[in-house]
């Protein structure tokens, strides 16, 4: 793909909230209040189900609270996805290189600027790498997500993620074995997924 070709992929909406339903965006304090209307408002009609009284005017309040409930939840989730969408640097494709591997992980560096797309640049820089020295300067959690260090050498701010192996033959193969670099999706610090060659394929 072109460099075109990501950036239009970045703007695809339908690509990007695909992306973001496989993350935890739900997780957010926000959402406490309108759940637990719903479950209230749920509790209560299943209650007087139970006992036969589901048409009364008891029904009123429990089916307030979950009217409530659905449409506070709704405008909820547009606001935590909207939010979680227009954050800066977040869904920008970056082409990722390996720098190399260790006990079933590919550790892989990738840069979330402009220079994100270039595939000769971030091979170069992959190459000027040496893994066992980054893995012994830094004691991150590269397994869980990507973490922002320093190239000395070449003064160069980057992102470094391990990913494990059969997930990148499992959704891109061909990028990782055939081109040195496969191209990631980067949402947040905790997710950077490696994009699925059938979502690549498409936008050609």
């Not at 409930?69 to 996805?81: F, V």
């Not at 997710?191 to 979502?199: G, L, W, Y």
Request: net charge positive.
């Amino acid at each position: 793909m072109k460099q075109n070709d990501f950036a239009k992929l970045e703007k695809d909406n339908d690509f990007r909230k695909s992306y973001l339903n496989r993350t935890m965006w739900w997780k957010n304090i926000l959402m406490i209040a309108p759940v637990c209307f719903l479950f209230a408002g749920l509790t209560g009609i299943l209650y007087l189900f139970n006992i036969d009284m589901l048409f009364s005017l008891y029904i009123i309040p429990y089916l307030i609270l979950f009217i409530i409930g659905t449409i506070w939840l709704k405008a909820i989730k547009k606001h935590l996805q909207k939010v979680a969408m227009v954050a800066q640097g977040a869904f920008h494709v970056c082409l990722a290189a390996s720098v190399g591997d260790k006990d079933g992980y590919t550790y892989a560096v990738f840069v979330n600027d402009t220079h994100r797309y270039d595939k000769y640049y971030i091979t170069n820089l992959a190459k000027e790498i040496s893994l066992q020295e980054l893995l012994a300067k830094n004691n991150a959690p590269f397994r869980k997500k990507a973490v922002s260090i320093h190239h000395d050498e070449s003064n160069t701010d980057m992102y470094m993620r391990a990913y494990p192996k059969k997930e990148i033959a499992k959704r891109n193969a061909g990028w990782s074995l055939n081109e040195g670099y496969f191209p990631v999706l980067y949402i947040n610090d905790k997710d950077v997924p490696v994009v699925r060659r059938k979502d690549l394929d498409g936008k050609k």
